[in-house]
Every structure is written in structure tokens, then in C-alpha cells.
């Protein structure tokens, strides 16, 4: 055939094969998933789903849509993003946060409680939020999240503690950024992510981050999109970035030239990325249109190993011909992708179906080890892409921009393929001696065709004996080779067969799809030998001087595209007198025609025999064996099971203890299972294992280990244990006469502390983990502190303290004028036992508009001012005189509004203007305070749903009312006395259903 071209970090190879694939470790997926999608998704109605987030049994959606329905047609209106139960299907109805524009990304935090959505709008619930929000997953609300994003996010991640954040952006909270980090509490910006992304990879393109894909253990980033440099350093369309732990982000020295080139007239064309499971390798995407033969990555999938090398190459690639891809997920079992395309494996078609290209329309399963289609084929309507694609760990989520897949069934937009009924994908291991070397022995000297085989060892061989008596099915067979048990042939008239072979009987067989592949069916023809490696078939034809290779996937049969020249005769080696070939651990056995010997090399790690190592392992003749055949196979030798050995070790603090068996071993296979007895009628299965005794004593521990042929090994052990007894400590903070103490430091070392019990030396006692206490009387107390663990064991400490009862310090009284109609004055009596130097705090809660005039009268100062976009409230303080007692107070409004007042009075405490404000919502700001100050928080909102409040814990309330009918205003006022020095806590106010319409603010009275 032609010499094949294929770019590899940018050097053009010539007759010569992509780089060696290594293995993946265990995947997060044992199989593919099922064939048909579960009937426990939504439909969206139009636009496209763009991403999808899980968290828990709750799966958020978001895209540019509307309209949605449930699973059984109930439509719903959801604009740009839904929320649905994973179990059921069924739209959340009270998750309905409002956005004024698309949603391109969404991610679930760690813990699941938030998710995060990147996009194109400016709000949410008529809240300000520029492209990047931060939702409460249990209902949809916002949570308090800076963003400050100038432009479009079309991609979010989280890895190391960090939202990171790409987009078309180029500025990002006043810093210049076009990939940032964000605090994910906060939203705070990090500035130990600022790596400098500059340039487009072709004029007129956007600059767009399309993907940001960590790496399993978090230490790496890779990023696609739009850009030619970073950091000053080469990197066109990707770039691996080093997270050094969630420090300072560096350029990885990783780097390939592979997507430097163009493709067509497309301004950019890597649209995604992802790591494999174990994070050995991670597999990239492309649109782009055809690129020139093979020597390009336009339309592409490819799959590269996790490496710091530089001008890297990939380790295989598949092309479809001509069609997008837009979206991966690796599984381990299998690399997912979708797009646009029609077919895989199609590197000699040009939007046309060329030699080996296999039908997969819009939606594909590849083999990890080669990148060939796998049986796991649904098909879907193309429409424009397959957005995104989330493996869970038990199926699939398909976002995408059509309502057709899996032969034509309705799933409007998403679609979840579960893991139940999905086949294993098999990776055949490479054989190790012993072998049992099969040869097909044609008819002749008056015998029928027939199949021999003999055992070896390495060194010996046993008895030729026939394991197929009439073989005459295999007659015009050229070459074979035998993986995952099947034995595959090679026939005269260019077919290649496939058939079970269980070293006694041979199946049916079953003819290989070629798919059009001409070229192959010679080389068939003419083959003389053959083996499976690793996802490849390499082989030798008759009269040719190289080595071949082409790959092959035995879970679907699939022969690659293209064949690549793996080694060419010389340095001892000959392949065109090359007869059959086996594999045996390194080295490879074949037939030298020639000589009609069997020749022992090593096998070289890309492919091909090592002739300088060449050793003849059976002359010709020898024993009455002829190795005249090319027709030779090998099967595993059978190699009688040894049982393992079963170690354990084991350490115990208190009644807790540890054990790990992982040190046992099976020196002829894998300990499979290890089970424990601890001696007290309790068990556990697992490598290690933690077990807590329910009493001190000696027991006798059992470990038994089971290896992969049913052997077991056992191991024991006395272990003895002891209680041990808890440590009590705790913190003081006291102020004036009021002291709080705080346990929270006592410790059990092997279990958990089961109560706390308090004396504080005047007679007072209490139980919990914290609790406060009021002294009568000056003086020095000793509190003492009680802890009692699970297992009945006590322990003591003391710590003393200092009471100062304040004179005449404190909350005097209140009144307040709640309104049910509209006025423009409201009254309220400054309590009677108010005396000169008294505090007054008088707050109002409007439901007028919050340009609307609020005012109290003459020789009251006006401290804050708290609006909504259809409330108005405000904070008014004076300091009393001798006639304010008993007198009123009127509030005013410019507008007729519902207006409530409340007055309060404090004594010994006063009010230091400046700083004070309000917020919106039902969480008070934080205010610097010292010890023994009150602390005085008042909450107002304007809605028709309040009905009763529901105060923070740790206050006492002075006011609370909820008002009744359309427009009605509720507020409610507590106090609470600070302990310590520092800032006062956030407090938050329940009511039965939060409302935009709200405000909570706290002022700081301090000690006089």
C-alpha cells in the first residue's frame, strides 16, 4: 500500500505506527452502558441542553430552553436552566431560579450542597450576577457569590478548592484574566491563578475557553480553546497547566503542535477534553471539516498520554471523515463522544463513507486501547452536537440539541444510558508461559485436516497430541491468531473468520466485517502469520519484508483503517520466511520458514522481533514435529493453583482498631477476596478493616484470604484492648456577669463523648456541649466540666472565672404601631421608664418604593436606610432627655404605604454612628463589637407569604409580627448580649418562604 502519513506532535511519520498505549488501570466503569436510554429524564421542549450537573438525586440542566416537560408530558416553563429528580424524572417545581439569559456550564460543588452556573446573563431572581452564579441545591436560591465577569463563561470546573472559570472573557473582578479562579465560598477572585493566555489560534476568532478538564488527582489542568500562547510559551489550542496543590498555577512542559495547524475556515476547532479515570491518558476532540489525508487532527478524536514531554505526539487517533465532534467522557471501559459526525474509523473519507468506516451517527463508543467503534452504538438525530456528555457511577447523561436516539425514541435533549446491561469491553492480556501452542495440520499422507498441540514450558516440550480430529472447517486457512477466546483465521479468499475455541471443539464461524477494506482482504490472502497485541493485530504477508500492523477491537470485530508499517526485516530477522507468531510475556515465538524451525526473540515494546536476541527453541524435525505449518496459535497453559498466604498487621488505640491484610499474597495470581473475624462474633470483608471491641479483653483475629482459582489462606492473631477515657477541656469568655463555655475541645480517643454535665461553682448547673450562665453577684467562680464517653468512662477539669454585674445596663422596653391600611403618619409611645442618656433606636418597615421618603421627626439622626425595589425601611437613633418618657414619635411617609414602627429603649449602652447598613435578605451583617455589648438586629421583608418568623438561635426577641392581605409588611427585633471581643455572627431569620422584597441589618450598642 502507500506510504501513510500521520502528524505526531508534529513530526510527519512515514510507514510507521503511533505511539505504544499503556494500560489502564481499574476504570470507574466495568462495562459499557446499556443499549436504551431509562425513561427517568425531562424533555426539553427547544433550544439545546448544554450541560449537565449531578448532585445527589438531583440533576440541574442548563442550556438555552424555555419549555420542559416530565417524563409523562407535564409541561413546564424553565428558562435556561431546570432541576429534576434523578429518580423519577420529574421537574423540581419549587428549584426555579429566574435568568435572563443562556446557561453554558454548570458544575455541582464537592459537598453537593451548591451548584455553580456559568453563561451569558446578567441576573438571577433580579439580582445582579454577571455570567457566573452560585444556587442553593436544595431549592435554587442564590447564595451570596461575587462574579464580576465582563464577558461570556462558557466553561466551569472545580478542582483544589477552586471554581475555575473560562470563557470569552477578558477581565474578570478588575483584573485582566481570561482563566481565573474563584473562592468557592466567596467567589473571591485567586490571584495564584493568573497564568497570561494571549492570542487567538487563527485571525478573527474569539478568544474562547471551551473546556477546562482537571485531572483526577487535581494537579493538573488542561484547557482547549482559542489561544497561541501562554506564559509566553507556544501552546495552540491546548495547554496543560500544573495547579502545584492548589498553589501557584504554572505551565506544564507538556506541549504538542498537533492542533497548530488550520482546518478549512474554521477560526478554532478543539472543543473538548478529558482524562481517563486512573488519569494515565486523556483523550481530545475536534470539529474543523476534512483536513488533508491523515496528516492533520480536523475531525478528529485522539488520545494522549498524561506526560510533562514536550512536542508530544498522540497514541492513536480516529477520524470520521469529514463530520464535528464536540463532546468526550472517558469511562475506563470506553472513551464516549458526540458531535455532528456520521462514522468512525473513516480516515479515507472526504463526507463520504471510505474503507473501514463504521456507521455511528452523532454518538459513539471507542475502544480506549485504539480508538475503533464499539458495539455500543445508539445512533441519534446529528442536529448541531452532542454538548455534553457525564458519566455517573451508574450510566451516561447525553445533553445534546435534538429529541432522537437509540433508534428513534423521544428524549427531548437528555438522555441517561444506565450502566445495567451493558456489555464488558475485553482487553485480552498478553499470554505467559506455559503455552499450549495449537497448529492446523492441512489433510494429507492420508490424514484428514486436523489440529494439534503441545505444551511448553519455556524449555519442554510435551506430547504432540490432536485436539481436533476432522478440521476440515479450517481448510484455506492462511493464518490465525486467538484472543479473549475466540480464534480468529485469516482465509485464501480474503475473509477473516471468527470462532470459539475452547482447545477441544471449534465453533461456527462468523465472517468479519472488513467494511469495504480491499487492501486488507490481500493482505489476508496472502498472510503467514499473525498475533494480537494490546488492541493490534500485526502480521506478515507473503513475500513482503515488513512487519504490519492494523488495529483491532475484539469486543466488535473492528479491523482499523489504516495499516501501519510496524518493522522491516533486518538485525537477524527476515519477515518474509516468518510463519506463525505467539506471545509469551516479552518474547515471541514464530516459525522460520526457511529453516523450519521454531525461533525464540524478544518482542519489542512498539512492536516487532528483536533478531539480535533470537534463539532456536525446536530444530526442524526434532520429536517428529514439523513446523511447516504458518497456521500457529497459542492458548494459556494451565499451571496447577498454589493457595496464598494470608499476613495481617494490626494496631489498637482504646477499643478502636486497625487492621490491614494487604500484605498477604498469591504467587501465582490475585488475592481476590479477605474476610476477618475479630474474635467477638463480629465480621468484615475488605483488604483493611476497622473494628471497635465492646469491651476490654483478649481476642483471637482471624484473617482469610481468597485468591482468583477459590484457594484460601489463613492467619491469627490475640489482640487485646483497653478503654480509654476521655479528656475533658473547654473555653471560657465571659462578659460582665455573663459567661459562656464552650466544650467543644473534649475529645474521646477511642469513641465518642456521650454527655457533658456543668457546674459553675454558685450552685448553677447545666448539660451540652456549650452553655452560658448569669451570675448574681460579683466574685471568681470555678466551673467544672464532666464529660462521660460511650463506654461509661468519666473525666474532669476546672477553669476559673470572673463576674461583674453591671448596674443598670440593659433592654428598658419597646412599642411598636403595626399597620393593616395605607397612611402617611405612623405612632409610637417612647416608653415611660425612660430616663436621660437612654438609647433610642427607632426603626420603620414600608412597603413603599425605595425612592419614596421615610422620615422621623426633628432631633432623631438617621442611621441607615434599607430598600428593595418595592420596600423602604430605615433606622432612626436619638439620645433620650428628661421629657422624652411617655412622649410619641411620628413617622412619616411621602407616598400613602403600610407602614410599621418599632421603638426600643437601652440603658448603660450606646450607639456609635458610622458603617452601619443593611442588606438585602434574611442574614444580618457582621459588626465589629466588644464584650458586653448588645448586639440589636431587626429583619423587614414585604411579601404576601410571611406569616410568622422564626427567630436565630441565641437571642431574645423584643418584636415580632407578620402582617396579613396583598402588600403587607412583617419585621421582627431581637437582641442578644456579645461574649467576647471581635466580629458579631451572621444571624439568619426564618419565614415560611424567602422573598427578594426583604432586608436584615445589625447595629452595636457598646458599653458606657
Not at 464499539?374 to 445512533?379: A, E, T, V, Y
Not at 499450549?436 to 495440520?441: H, K, R, S
Not at 427607632?842 to 442611621?863: E, Y
Not at 418595592?870 to 411617655?886: I, K, Y
Request: aromatic share 8%; charged share 15%; with cysteine.
Amino acid at each position: 500500500m502507500a506510504a501513510v502519513v500521520l502528524l505526531t506532535g508534529g513530526v510527519a511519520l512515514a510507514a510507521t505506527q503511533p505511539a505504544e498505549v499503556a494500560s489502564a488501570a481499574a476504570p470507574a466503569h466495568a462495562t459499557l452502558v446499556g443499549d436504551l436510554p431509562t425513561t427517568t429524564t425531562p424533555h426539553v421542549l427547544d433550544g439545546d441542553v448544554r450541560s449537565v450537573a449531578v448532585a445527589g438525586n438531583t440533576v440541574v440542566l442548563g442550556g438555552n430552553f424555555t419549555q420542559a416537560t416530565d417524563p409523562d408530558g407535564t409541561r413546564v416553563d424553565r428558562r435556561h436552566l431546570l432541576a429534576f429528580d434523578r429518580t423519577t424524572g420529574r421537574i423540581l417545581r419549587g428549584w426555579a431560579p429566574q435568568l435572563d439569559n443562556e446557561v453554558y456550564s454548570v458544575v455541582a460543588s464537592p459537598d453537593g450542597q451548591s451548584i455553580y452556573v456559568g453563561g451569558r446573563f446578567n441576573s438571577v431572581d433580579g439580582v445582579t450576577q454577571l455570567k457566573v452564579a452560585k444556587l442553593a441545591t436544595s431549592d435554587g436560591r442564590v447564595l451570596p457569590f461575587r462574579s464580576g465577569v465582563n464577558a461570556v463563561v462558557t466553561s466551569l470546573a472545580i478542582a483544589n478548592d477552586r471554581l475555575y472559570v473560562g470563557g470569552v472573557f477578558q477581565q474578570i473582578q478588575g483584573r485582566q484574566r481570561r482563566l481565573a479562579a474563584l473562592d468557592l465560598d466567596t467567589g473571591d477572585i485567586d490571584d495564584r491563578v493568573a497564568v497570561d493566555i494571549q492570542g487567538v489560534h487563527r485571525t478573527g476568532g474569539d478568544g474562547k475557553i471551551w473546556r477546562i478538564e482537571p485531572s483526577p488527582d487535581g494537579q493538573h489542568l488542561l484547557v482547549v480553546g482559542s489561544f497561541a500562547t501562554v506564559d509566553g510559551q507556544p501552546r495552540n489550542q491546548i495547554v496543560k497547566l500544573d495547579t502545584n496543590g492548589g498553589g501557584t498555577m504554572t505551565v506544564d512542559p507538556w506541549s504538542t503542535t498537533a492542533f497548530a495547524g488550520y482546518c478549512a475556515s474554521f477560526q478554532d476547532y478543539v472543543r473538548d477534553v478529558s482524562y481517563s479515570p486512573d488519569g494515565s491518558y486523556f483523550v481530545v476532540v475536534t470539529t474543523g471539516a476534512k483536513g488533508t489525508g491523515l496528516n492533520g487532527t480536523c475531525d478528529s478524536v485522539s488520545r494522549w498520554a498524561e506526560s510533562s514531554q514536550a512536542n508530544a505526539g498522540y497514541q492513536w487517533i480516529n477520524y470520521s471523515g469529514g463530520d464535528s465532534n464536540y463532546s468526550v467522557e472517558i469511562t475506563g471501559a470506553a472513551v464516549y463522544v458526540g458531535g455532528h459526525f456520521r462514522w468512525s474509523n473513516n480516515p479515507y473519507g472526504t463526507d463520504s463513507l471510505g474503507p473501514g468506516g463504521v456507521e455511528t451517527t452523532g454518538i459513539a463508543s471507542l475502544d480506549p486501547a485504539n480508538g475503533l467503534p464499539l458495539s455500543w452504538n445508539p445512533g441519534r438525530d446529528r442536529g448541531r452536537a452532542v454538548w455534553q456528555l457525564v458519566a455517573t457511577p451508574d450510566g451516561l447523561y447525553v445533553a445534546s440539541d435534538t429529541d432522537r436516539i437509540a433508534n428513534y425514541r423521544y428524549r427531548g435533549r437528555i438522555a441517561f444510558f444506565p450502566l445495567e446491561g451493558g456489555r464488558p469491553v475485553p482487553q485480552p492480556a498478553r499470554q505467559t508461559l506455559p503455552l499450549a501452542l495449537d497448529q492446523y495440520v492441512p489433510a494429507g499422507g492420508g490424514q484428514p485436516a486436523r489440529v494439534v498441540s503441545r505444551d511448553y514450558d519455556g524449555s519442554t516440550f510435551g506430547t504432540v497430541a490432536p485436539t481436533v480430529g476432522d478440521a476440515s472447517a479450517l481448510a484455506g486457512t492462511r493464518s490465525a491468531f486467538f484472543a479473549n477466546g475466540v480464534l480468529y483465521t485469516a482465509m485464501s479468499n480474503g475473509t477473516l473468520l471468527a470462532r470459539s475455541y475452547d482447545g477441544s471443539t471449534l465453533g461456527a464461524p462468523v465472517t468479519v466485517d472488513l467494511q469495504r477494506m480491499t487492501a486488507f482482504a490481500s493482505d489476508l490472502a496472502n498472510m503467514t502469520s499473525s498475533v494480537y497485541d494490546g488492541g493490534k493485530l500485526y502480521y506478515t504477508v507473503s513475500g513482503s519484508n515488513t512487519l504490519y500492523m492494523r488495529y483491532f477491537s475484539t469486543e466488535n470485530r473492528v479491523v482499523g483503517a489504516v495499516r501501519f508499517d510496524a518493522a522491516t526485516s533486518g538485525g537477524g530477522v527476515t519477515y518474509s520466511q516468518v510463519g506463525g507468531m505467539v506471545l509469551a510475556g516479552n518474547d515471541v515465538y514464530y516459525v522460520d520458514r526457511q529453516a523450519g524451525t521454531l525461533v525464540r526473540a524478544p518482542w519489542r515494546a512498539a512492536g516487532g522481533i528483536d533478531g539480535g536476541g533470537r534463539t532456536t527453541v525446536a530444530p526442524a524435525g526434532a520429536g517428529g514435529v514439523s513446523w511447516t505449518s504458518t497456521v500457529l496459535w497459542a492458548r494459556q497453559g494451565e499451571v496447577p493453583n498454589q493457595a496464598p498466604t494470608a499476613r495481617f498487621t494490626f494496631s489498637c488505640t482504646g477499643l478502636d482498631c486497625s487492621f490491614d491484610a494487604s500484605g498477604s499474597t498469591d504467587g501465582d495470581g490475585d488475592i481476590t477476596n479477605v474476610t476477618w473475624d475479630f474474635g467477638d462474633g463480629q465480621t468484615a470483608s475488605g483488604p483493611t478493616a476497622t473494628h471497635r471491641y465492646g469491651a476490654a479483653g483478649t481476642y483471637t483475629a482471624v484473617a482469610t484470604v481468597t485468591d482468583d482459582d477459590g484457594a484460601t489462606g489463613l492467619a491469627t492473631s490475640s489482640v487485646t484492648v483497653a478503654a480509654l477515657a476521655p479528656q475533658a477541656s473547654f473555653t471560657t469568655s465571659c462578659a460582665d456577669n455573663v459567661c459562656a463555655v464552650d466544650a467543644s475541645a473534649s475529645a474521646d480517643p477511642d469513641g465518642t463523648i456521650a454527655s457533658y454535665a456543668w457546674d459553675f461553682g454558685d450552685g448553677q448547673t447545666a448539660t451540652g456541649r456549650t452553655a452560658a450562665v448569669t451570675y448574681a453577684a460579683d466574685g471568681t467562680y470555678t466551673v467544672r466540666l464532666t464529660v462521660t464517653d460511650d463506654q461509661g468512662v468519666t473525666n474532669s477539669t476546672t477553669r476559673t472565672v470572673t463576674a461583674t454585674v453591671p448596674a443598670g445596663r440593659g433592654f428598658i422596653g419597646k412599642d411598636a404601631a403595626t399597620s393593616q391600611s395605607t397612611s402617611l403618619r405612623d405612632t409610637v409611645t417612647v416608653p415611660t421608664d425612660v430616663r436621660e442618656g437612654d438609647q433610642l433606636l427607632l426603626f420603620a418597615a414600608s412597603n413603599a418604593k425605595g425612592t419614596d421618603g421615610l422620615d422621623a421627626p426633628a432631633g432623631w439622626t438617621r442611621v441607615l436606610d434599607g430598600t428593595t425595589s418595592n420596600s423602604r425601611s430605615a433606622l432612626f437613633a436619638r439620645t433620650a432627655t428628661a421629657a422624652d418618657a411617655g412622649s410619641t414619635v411620628e413617622v412619616t411617609t411621602s407616598v400613602y404605604a403600610r407602614t410599621d414602627v418599632v421603638i426600643a429603649a437601652y440603658r448603660g449602652v450606646a450607639l456609635t454612628l458610622g458603617g452601619q447598613t443593611a442588606v438585602q435578605g434574611y442574614t444580618t451583617p457582621s459588626r465589629p463589637a466588644t464584650a458586653g455589648s448588645y448586639v440589636v438586629s431587626f429583619w423587614a421583608d414585604k411579601t404576601a407569604t410571611t406569616t410568622t418568623w422564626t427567630p436565630p438561635p441565641g437571642v431574645t426577641v423584643r418584636h415580632s409580627f407578620a402582617g396579613t392581605g396583598a402588600g403587607h409588611v412583617s419585621e421582627m427585633l431581637a437582641d442578644n448580649v456579645a461574649t467576647a471581643d471581635g466580629p458579631t455572627p451572621q444571624l439568619t431569620a426564618g419565614v415560611d418562604q424567602p422573598s427578594a422584597q426583604s432586608i436584615a441589618t445589625t447595629v452595636v450598642l457598646r458599653p458606657v
